[in-house]
Structure formats: C-alpha cells, structure tokens
C-alpha cells in the first residue's frame, strides 16, 4: 500500500517469503520523471503526462534496465542457492550436524532452520550490495555503507529469530500429518498473515526514526483533515507519522501500514515538506483510498484463497522432487512416511514454495496494479474541491515520484505486467491527466460531489 513501490499483495507475499524463504525478494522497484519548467506545449504534439529532462531521462532507462536484470537475478539466484544446498547435500549434511547439537528435537530444528536462513542471507548478501551500489551511485541512496550494513544485520537478526521460529513450525505440521500437511500449512498461514501485518508497524522503528506527522508539519496535518473530512475516514492526525526517510534516500514515498490498532498513514520526510502540499494531500488521499477500500483485508482475503492451491500444488510437486531427487540428495525422513517430513526433506517443499511465488509474481504484481489504480481514482477524488486543480496536482505528483525514484517513462508493457506492483509512473501521470469526472456535471466512482 505505498504510494511509490511495494504493494501490498507484494508486502504478503514478501513477508511470507521472508517467513518462508527469506531472500527470495524483490530488489527495488522504480521509474523516471519531470520536466518541471518545461513551458505549455502546444496544440500539435501535447507533452507526455510524465516526462524527464535529459540526463535524468539516461539515467532512468540505465537504472531500470539495471534494476529489471536484477528482480529476475535476485529471483533466479534464490532459487538456484536451495536447489545448491539440496544437490550438493549440504542441506542433509546440516541436518545431520543439526542432530548432534542437542537431544531435543525442537532445538535441533531451531539451529539447522537458523543456519539454513544465515546461510541463504549471506548468500544474497552480493546482489544486496550491488543494489545499494547502484542506488548510490544514481543518488538515490545516500545512506552511508555502516549503516546500510546495521540494517542489513538488524534485518538478518529479524529473520533468524522469526523465520526459524515459522519454519520449526511448519515442519511440524508435516511431520504431525505427512499426507494433508499442506491443509495445515494453509491454516496456519493466514493468522500469521494477518499478524505480521499487525506487528509490521511496530517493527518499522527498528529500521526507521518516527515522529507524529503534525509535530513539524501542522500546517499540512491541517490541510490532510479537510481530506479526511471528505474522506470520511477515521484517521485521527495520532495516526499519522512521519519517517525520517531522508537520511537513507532522496525516494518519495507515503504508505499505509498495520491493521487494527496499529493501522496507520506514514508520510517520508523526503515528501512531506518538498514536495508542494497539495501534492501530499493527493498523495494521502490515495492511500486512504487504501484504507477506505478495505485493500488490507481484501489482499489477505486474496492471499488465503491463493495459497490454498498454492500449498496444494507445492505439496504435489514437492513430493515429486523428493520422489526423484530424495535419494541422490539423501534427504532421508522416510520413517515419517514422506521424505518432506526430514529437515533437508522440508527444504525440499520451500524450493518448491519459492518457484511457486516467483512464478506467480506477475498476477499478484496484477492484482496489485489493480488496487494500486483504485487508489490513484480514489486519491484523485478525494481531492476534489479542497486543491484548485486536482488532475495537475496529480501529474505534478507522478513526476515529482518518477523523477526522484529515476522512473523510467517508457516502460516495456511485459517488463510492467512481470515485474510492477503499481501501474508505471507513465500510465498513472496519463490516466490522472485525462481523469476529470466532474467535466459535465458529472461525478466520479468514490464521491458524490
Ligand atoms: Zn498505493
């Protein structure tokens, strides 16, 4: 649910990635930008909606080829690092070391799921570290490398402690019910969805600095109740903070994060206060869009019923793999009655568990498309009335995005079906530049009036 990357249909499925294989993520996202002072154009060939000027135009295409190589490689290289542990036998060797740790089960699991997620981490530690190479490079990081490094172990810390913790559970599952484990699987995600969406908030200041938003920013707090006026939405201005985005990067972003009591609208410091207040107030509106749709809930609704054929599937192939590779990769496990049950065993069913999120990718980037567009319709309405003119503001807005992200204006339609979670920076400033419900007397989808 930001207004600039990560959706939250990739939120899930990272957090559940990173509950289940921790380093098949995405590297980040981005696209190009504006040419503020750029005069009217005129009658003949009206300017694009979203547009660079030039030298940031080259380093747009440059990074976003960089960055498009480096979702399919981070994805790939995943994969490839457990399908190494089980082919070279290490995964068994490890499960082997892990038994002779200790006499209790649980804590011979508790180490050999740590080492397997140290293991995985440091191996995409490189392509981590390219990335952020990169992202300096362009200017759009400019966090120092002690810090990109304590985050990196902060992150790693967060990893071990949690997806050990899920991973020794779900090992359990399969061992406790060997033939309809992936049913148990399914029932025991969902709550852990819907909880890691709960703590998410209250784990983001290990990472970032908060304050209330109307601390520096009453003037603005102002301006965003008369959009939640018209929003009807209850977002009292307690529940809304700023981060201190800048002191890691120039990116632009706002986004909407927890459920229930930790449910919340967070705006970087990068936006709010440089970018013009109307432009925040379009910005807040699309993401009350996301809480007034009911987007959260929806993308976990989605989720449970995705996995549930997920799990299904992997399951099946799963058991495939072992059936042909078991003996060769010794996973052992058979007196459980599936080689899945054996700790290397169950290494097995999270390769095939990653191949099914990198290759359901695109239709969760879809549906998340999908929703990321609502919100941009909603944002832009709820606008309506309260800034003079709502479609510049939004245009203004996109460019102000893609130009600090280095968005690319012209996207390859695949490249944005495979790999975007939100529609490009191109087709938002489009479709905002020609949304005027209100032309005719008319009104849009969200609002009356
Ligand atoms: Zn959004």
């Known amino acids: 649910m930001t207004f600039a990357r990560c959706s939250l249909l990739a939120l899930c499925f990272t957090i559940l990635l990173a509950c289940v294989a921790p380093r098949i993520m995405n590297v980040p996202r981005v696209h190009a930008q504006p040419a503020a002072t750029q005069p009217a154009p005129a009658a003949a060939n ?65 180490v050999f799921f ?109 301006e965003l109740e008369k959009v939640v006026a018209r929003t009807g939405t209850n977002i009292p201005p307690d529940r809304m903070f700023l981060m201190k985005a800048s002191v890691k990067t120039n990116g632009l972003n706002a986004y909407v994060s927890g459920i229930g009591a930790t449910k919340r609208i967070v705006v970087w410091d990068t936006t709010a206060g440089r970018v013009p207040d109307d432009e925040v107030m379009f910005i807040f509106g699309h993401e009350s869009g996301h809480y007034v749709l009911h987007h959260i809930p929806k993308m976990i609704a989605g989720m449970a019923i995705a996995l549930f054929f997920v799990y299904w599937a992997c399951a099946g192939f799963a058991a495939w793999l072992a059936r042909r590779y078991g003996p060769r990769w010794k996973l052992g496990g058979l007196e459980e009655g599936t080689p899945l049950a054996s700790r290397a065993g169950f290494i097995v069913l999270l390769f095939a568990i990653s191949v099914a999120g990198f290759v359901l990718e695109p239709v969760s980037n879809t549906f998340s498309r999908h929703f990321e567009h609502q919100a941009d319709v909603y944002g832009q309405e709820a606008i309506h009335g309260i800034v003079a003119d709502p479609q510049n503001t939004a245009v203004s807005a996109f460019n102000h995005l893609g130009e600090a992200w280095l968005e690319d204006p012209d996207p390859s339609p695949f490249i944005e079906f495979w790999e975007y979670n939100h529609p490009s920076v191109e087709n938002r400033a489009n479709f905002a530049q020609r949304y005027n419900p209100w032309a005719n007397g008319g009104h849009g989808q969200f609002f009356d009036k």
């Open 46 to 110: 009206p300017q694009p909606a979203y547009s660079l000027p030039a030298d940031k135009l080259a380093k747009a295409i440059a990074l976003s080829r960089i960055r498009n190589i480096m979702d399919i490689v981070g994805s790939l290289w995943g994969l490839a690092v457990i399908w190494l542990l089980l082919s070279t036998r290490a995964a068994a060797g490890l499960g082997a070391w892990a038994e002779r740790t200790s006499a209790r089960r649980w804590i011979q699991g508790l």
């Open 114 to 222: 740590a080492a397997y997620l140290l293991i995985t981490a440091l191996a995409s530690m490189p392509l981590d570290w390219f990335t952020q190479h990169e992202d300096r490079s362009y200017g759009i990081s400019v966090q120092g490398w002690g810090s990109w490094l304590g985050d990196e172990a902060k992150s790693l810390g967060l990893t071990l402690v949690f997806g050990s913790l899920v991973l020794l559970l779900f090992n359990w599952i399969v061992r406790r019910w060997p033939r309809r484990y992936w049913f148990g699987l399914w029932v025991a995600t969902v709550p852990l969805l819907v909880l890691s969406i709960f703590v998410g908030p209250l784990l983001a200041p290990i990472f970032n600095k908060f304050e209330p938003l109307s601390k520096d920013h009453a003037t603005l707090v102002t």
